[in-house]
């Protein structure tokens, strides 16, 4: 049986990685600087601007990664972001604690939370902030950006008063 051949949206949501993390590994495959490399083609859709990646070249990048290498400490499923807690319907995504300064959750929620406010401000769309992010993290990252939008909303109606 023939190996698969996956688009790069396909290949970061088979790894859990954003696309973004996926079009680095091609640029490192093309300049001859990942080991292993990915195997590649272009895509005949999209005027060939697209990318394929077979299933089995993307899954060892993935394994030799420097994040697959790193341990995990357990957390706790109910840190919270800040003063806020995540919506009880926002579940805990499986990220631990891989650094060596001693993130927390309560940390990486609270930095998605300042990236995405940031983002706001600068009036990026949900589209483009959501490409940023792993699939498994939209739904606490869409809360952080409707809560960003209702504060920069508020700050905006005390400015015309």
Known sequence: MAEKWVTVKEA???????????????????KGEAKPPLVMRRSDK??????????????????GSPRA???RAPQPDNEVTDNKPLPKNIPFNG??????????????????RKWVRRWVV????????????????????????QQALAE?????????E
């Open 152 to 160: 920069k909303r508020a700050e905006k109606r005390e400015e015309e």
């Open 95 to 112: 990220a631990r604690s891989c650094f060596s300064g001693g993130d927390t959750m309560k940390r990486v929620h609270a930095d998605r």
């Open 12 to 30: 970061s949501e088979i790894v859990g990685r954003s696309p973004h993390t996926v079009y680095n590994w091609i640029v490192r495959t093309r």
């Open 46 to 63: 999209e005027g060939g601007k697209g990318w394929l990646i077979l299933v089995g070249s993307l899954l060892e990048v993935e394994e």
């Open 122 to 145: 600068e009036g990026k769309s949900l589209f483009k902030v959501l490409a940023v992010f792993s699939s498994e993290l939209h739904e606490e990252v869409e809360w952080h950006y």
């Open 69 to 71: 290498a790193r341990p």
